[in-house]
């Protein structure tokens, strides 16, 4: 079926048709779930070289993907593609993911800015004082940044979760519990989100006159590899931590396994609490001894960022230019009074 014969059938003309496809506010409500009815049931699909020719927009989210022989994979980031894809699919959007060099991503961005390929742009894994702000505030398109970049003037739309409240909460918790002797297993020390993660635990020790002793910091990719290595680490040290705050159940998963080959009760002798981006393949509630985690969804995460793109691109409705979601404190076994010295 193409769009005459769709039109044809709804009574409607063909402009009315593609102005409902494509949100345009002028159409009413009831006019548009009628032709979406309509395509449900029909299956008919839009010529996408004819809508981009009619509506001057190409239907597509750009971003660029670093990439290079030993630059890690992240299954997180696996999790927020699977969040905008979803939205994506519901507004019949595609997203166009381009490779890039890592020391190149400002290059990429403005090669796939001036490509016409995609009608907005958005980008993650935010570093202190990010070059990649300045010159996305530069282009005349949409765009949106996933995390905030520290030390940058905050002056662009952003989507992040308040990573600084969320280990500083983590870290009065396990105080409040008697812990004075803490460990961090962060992400790598560049990126915005272990910046004010680390601020957060550091802020919590110095309200009760302690400090955070570099001995005792990771700063790696979040793999369980590197949370069992930087465990095992600091489980040798002359006084071990007996509280750990890990940036990622998945680092936590490695730092449950050097616990346990330690000999340690998680929980009694040792207490952790991670940061749980609600993966779909690690669960911290199915650990065996179940993880405090402080809880934000990164596939909400990626669902909100394409329903605000997407949203602007079609000028649907009025979005708030920056949101600070708050992570949820969730207390279970791995958290405990501390040890008598």
């Known amino acids: 079926m193409n769009l005459k014969q769709l039109s044809q059938m709804l009574g409607l003309s063909q402009t009315t048709v593609s102005r409902a496809l494509n949100g345009y ?21 839009p010529n996408k070289a004819a809508q981009r020719l009619a509506t001057g927009k190409a239907g597509s989210i750009g971003l660029v993907m670093p990439t290079a022989p030993g630059h890690p994979s992240d299954v997180h980031f696996s999790e927020f593609l699977t969040g905008l894809g979803e939205e994506a699919l519901r507004h019949d959007f595609h997203f166009v993911l381009t490779p ?34 300045e010159m996305l505030k530069s282009l005349s398109m949409p765009f949106l940044v996933h995390g905030r970049s ?50 957060g635990v550091v802020a919590a020790l110095a309200e009760r006159g302690l400090t955070l002793d570099e001995t005792y910091v990771s700063h790696t990719p ?13 489980l040798q040290l002359d006084e ?12 936590a998963l490695g730092a449950v396994r050097a616990i346990n080959q330690a000999k340690l009760k998680l929980g009694e002798d040792i207490s952790l609490i991670a940061h749980d981006d609600v993966l779909t393949l690690l669960k911290p509630e199915n650990f065996t001894v179940p993880l405090t985690t402080t809880r934000s969804s990164l596939r909400a995460a990626g669902v909100r960022v394409a329903e605000r793109l997407i949203g602007e691109i079609k000028q649907l409705e009025t979005f708030p230019k920056q949101e600070l979601w708050k992570a949820e404190l969730i207390v279970r076994a791995s958290t405990g009074v501390a040890p008598a010295d």
């Open 240 to 251: 071990p931590p007996t509280a750990i705050l890990c940036s990622s159940t998945v680092l």
């Open 222 to 234: 979040m793999t369980d590899e590197q949370g069992l290595f930087a465990m095992e680490r600091i």
């Open 100 to 133: 890039a060099d890592p020391n190149d991503e400002v290059g990429a961005l403005k090669r796939l800015a001036a490509s016409g390929n995609v009608d907005a742009l958005f980008v993650t894994y935010m570093r202190g004082h990010d070059p990649r702000v």
């Open 25 to 45: 506010p002028e159409v009413n409500r009831e006019t548009r779930e009628r032709v979406l009815k309509a395509v449900r049931e029909t299956g008919y699909r």
């Open 150 to 199: 520290f030390g940058t003037e905050p002056d662009y739309p952003y989507l992040d979760i308040d990573n600084e409240a969320a280990f500083y909460d983590a870290t009065k918790l396990l105080l409040q519990l008697g812990h004075k002797r803490f460990a961090l297993l962060n992400g790598p020390i560049y990126l915005d989100f272990a910046i004010r993660r680390k601020n």
